[in-house]
């Protein structure tokens, strides 16, 4: 027996030496080796770190925007790159800095400590997020737990003010499981400096933050637990110079050559050609921004709305030159102009609109044309010998002849010289047409880029 206790005394004071050995060894005077032994001793954590459990655990949290990576319209998704800070008081883990060489604070890995639950309720993915496997701890137990964060978060996108939009999407932070009495959420910093905090963002992107606002509430599921949730509002403002240089102004610059095509003279077949190419031209550029423009299930943006309607005036111009172009196109075969339309357009209209200019024109070739047929029409009384009555005597069958071919002939000019009398009353008709229609459309589509112009410097100063 004598000799069985000698043999686990022994064995007793070995193993005390090795570990003295061992902490006077590669360990000694490791202050923050034997605080980590310390603070780890009896450690549980999977329970709340409170010594009463009537005390709720308050969760300090922070979050400042980094870059807005990128926004999907036709999905509704926003993704952003945030630095997101959160810390509570972890009672378990509280030392004297006296005892331990005055460390005030030591890192631990976040797997040997208590975390909340609190998750961001609008995740959608998950992000390519680093991961950050420390927390600090301070001596009074205050836990730090600091990391950036690659959001993948659902957001009610609207685009109808694109590319002069202003997104407004929420994150909202709350414990998944604990009730208010167990987690209570606020925030680390006061609103204001919250909303203003611009100091970590990338400001050089297609997207400006504007601000991020915060708001606290306390719901309840079942009117029986409360749950506290921390809201944070992002609120983004697109940069439109890249859209309204490769979107806006093509098609302004094809609008703007329409109007000038009005300038090429009705009679001629070159506007029609000229007004076809832009139709072409500008159907080739609706194709190529098709890719570009956002598209959602639910709504089209109002420059999608601009282009279809730029798309309609160009048609409303080439439908509008062709019937000027059939009014004024001469022919042999056309009707008189009705009396109404003589009216109404040769007389009321220029009269009312000022066309007095062209007006005068159209009367000056219209005189012109009747001077010629007058005077053409003299060399023919010449030839029928000035109205002299024709002789009883029996003429020859020869001068019978000539007088039947003469005759036949100027009624062949007084009618040909009445169908040009009737083609230029149309081609004066048609140049009457012809301005009132420019001006109706001249004023139809300032009017519609006024107001586009205004919306979008309302939307834009906004």
């Known amino acids: 027996f004598a000799v069985c206790m000698a043999m686990l005394m022994l064995s007793l004071i070995k193993s005390i030496l090795v570990k003295l050995g061992s902490s006077t060894g590669r360990f000694a005077n490791a202050t923050l080796v034997r605080l980590s032994d310390f603070l780890s001793a009896g450690y549980k954590k999977g329970v709340r770190p409170v010594k009463d459990w009537r005390t709720s655990t308050i969760v300090a949290i922070d979050l400042m925007v980094y870059s807005i990576l990128s926004v999907d319209e036709k999905n509704q998704v926003l993704t952003t790159y945030v630095w997101y800070r959160q810390s509570w008081t972890d009672e ?47 001596h009074d137990g205050l836990v730090r737990n600091y990391k950036p964060i690659q959001v993948v978060t659902a957001c009610t996108l609207n685009i109808y003010n694109f590319p002069f939009d202003v997104q407004k999407c929420s994150l909202t932070f709350q414990s998944w499981l604990h009730t208010i009495d167990d987690i209570n959420i606020t925030l680390m910093r006061s609103p204001e400096e919250l909303r203003e905090d611009k100091s970590v963002f990338m400001n050089q992107g297609e997207w400006e933050l ?38 806006l102004l093509p098609s302004i610059f094809l609008m703007v050559m329409d109007i000038v095509g009005f300038y090429l003279p009705p009679d001629s077949g070159e506007r029609v050609s000229f007004k076809i190419t832009l139709l072409l031209g500008y159907s080739v550029f609706l194709i190529i921004v098709s890719d570009t423009l956002p598209a959602t299930a639910i709504g089209t943006p109002l420059i999608g709305v601009y282009f279809v309607v730029c798309m309609a005036l160009l048609v409303i111009s080439l439908t509008e030159t062709v019937l000027i172009v059939r009014l004024v196109h001469k022919q042999d075969l056309q009707p008189p102009v009705p009396h109404w339309v003589k009216y109404l357009v040769l007389e009321r209209a220029p009269v009312l609109f000022c066309i007095h200019k062209k007006h005068r024109l159209c009367s000056r070739l219209s005189k012109t044309a009747m001077g010629l047929i007058g005077q053409r029409h003299d060399r023919e009384a010449g030839l029928l010998g000035l109205g002299l009555p024709p002789s009883r005597d029996p003429t020859p069958p020869v001068m019978d002849n000539i007088l039947h071919e003469v005759t036949a002939i100027r009624h062949f000019l007084e009618k040909r010289d009445r169908c040009r009398e009737v083609a230029k009353e149309w081609l004066q008709v048609g140049y009457v047409l012809d301005v009132l229609l420019f001006r109706v459309y001249l004023v139809a589509m300032v009017a519609y880029s006024i107001t586009l112009g205004t919306l979008w410097s309302v939307w834009q100063v906004a």
Do not use: C
């Not at 306390?218 to 979107?247: Q, W």
């Open 92 to 138: 378990f883990l509280v030392w004297n800095p006296e005892d331990f060489d005055e460390v005030k604070q030591v890192s631990i890995p976040t797997a040997n400590v208590w975390v909340p639950d609190i998750l961001i309720n609008e995740f959608v993915d998950v992000g390519k997020s680093p991961d950050i496997p420390y927390v600090y701890v301070t």
């Open 210 to 247: 504007l601000h991020v606002l915060s708001n606290y509430k306390s719901f309840s599921v079942d009117d029986d637990d409360y749950y506290a949730e921390m809201k944070f509002h992002v609120v983004i403002r697109r940069r439109p110079l890249f859209y309204t240089v490769n979107l």
